[in-house]
């Protein structure tokens, strides 16, 4: 249970007639807000929307080509993000000249995390922030366990992957650990490591 409402998670249009096993998320870590939106539960909507339309942010901008392995401007975005859905892992928001989200923001996105995965029941979660993943060891309702990494040449380690599976195992999900995109080195080291992890069969049954 929250005290606050749990801000929704984007659903495109193509997400929501996938099969379970095949649904990707993508979860950043936190939204840079004006004072007073910070817990609004419309801001991820509002902002895939904005990109949508014409707006271009660092953060969307690197993942969309990383994944897509293409430059930004010959990527269909109203196509791409009807495939994907997409949450923050931290509820409130990060004010202007800020550089990162308080702890609370944290250990509410903890609280918060089992109904986002309840709305978006995902296959698959590409966790593009180190410091969000140091928060997802547990969850109320759920089982979380250390998978198989992923290994890639442009790695200087492999990425960690973690199985979520409900308390009465009638959910399931692997989740990926990657870099934010302010620290990488491009596109050309991430996208081989999003494929494969986005490749390979989820590893049901493993707990």
């Given at each position: 249970?929250?005290?606050?409402?749990?801000r929704?998670?984007?659903?495109?249009k193509?997400?929501?007639?996938l099969?379970?096993?095949?649904?990707v998320?993508?979860?950043g870590e936190?939204h840079?807000?004006k004072?007073?939106?910070e817990?609004?539960?419309t801001l991820?909507v509002?902002?895939i929307?904005?990109?949508i339309?014409g707006?271009?942010f660092?953060?969307?901008?690197?993942?969309t080509?990383?994944?897509?392995?293409?430059?930004?401007?010959?990527i269909?975005?109203e196509?791409?993000?009807?495939?994907?859905?997409?949450?923050?892992?931290?509820?409130?928001?990060?004010?202007?000249?800020?550089?990162?989200g308080?702890?609370?923001?944290?250990?509410?996105?903890?609280?918060a995390?089992?109904?986002?995965?309840?709305?978006?029941?995902?296959g698959?979660?590409l966790?593009?922030?180190?410091?969000?993943?140091r928060?997802?060891?547990?969850f109320?309702g759920?089982?979380?366990?250390?998978?198989?990494?992923?290994c890639s040449?442009?790695?200087l380690?492999?990425?960690p992957?973690?199985?979520?599976?409900?308390?009465?195992?009638?959910?399931?999900?692997?989740a990926?650990?990657l870099r934010?995109?302010t620290?990488?080195q491009?596109r050309?080291?991430?996208?081989?490591?999003?494929?494969?992890?986005l490749?390979r069969?989820v590893a049901?049954?493993?707990?």
């Amino acid at each position: 249970m929250t005290d606050f409402q749990v801000r929704s998670p984007w659903i495109g249009k193509e997400y929501e007639s996938l099969p379970q096993h095949k649904r990707v998320m993508i979860l950043g870590e936190s939204h840079y807000t004006k004072e007073g939106e910070e817990y609004d539960p419309t801001l991820s909507v509002r902002v895939i929307k904005s990109l949508i339309q014409g707006r271009k942010f660092r953060f969307f901008t690197c993942v969309t080509t990383a994944m897509e392995n293409e430059d930004y401007n010959k990527i269909n975005v109203e196509n791409f993000w009807s495939q994907f859905a997409y949450a923050n892992f931290c509820q409130g928001g990060v004010l202007s000249g800020k550089k990162s989200g308080k702890e609370k923001m944290f250990q509410d996105g903890m609280r918060a995390f089992p109904q986002v995965l309840d709305l978006a029941r995902p296959g698959k979660i590409l966790v593009f922030s180190r410091k969000s993943w140091r928060y997802m060891k547990e969850f109320q309702g759920f089982s979380v366990k250390s998978s198989t990494p992923v290994c890639s040449e442009g790695l200087l380690k492999p990425a960690p992957v973690r199985l979520i599976q409900s308390e009465s195992e009638s959910f399931f999900c692997e989740a990926l650990c990657l870099r934010h995109p302010t620290g990488w080195q491009g596109r050309r080291v991430w996208h081989p490591v999003i494929k494969e992890f986005l490749e390979r069969p989820v590893a049901a049954g493993s707990f």
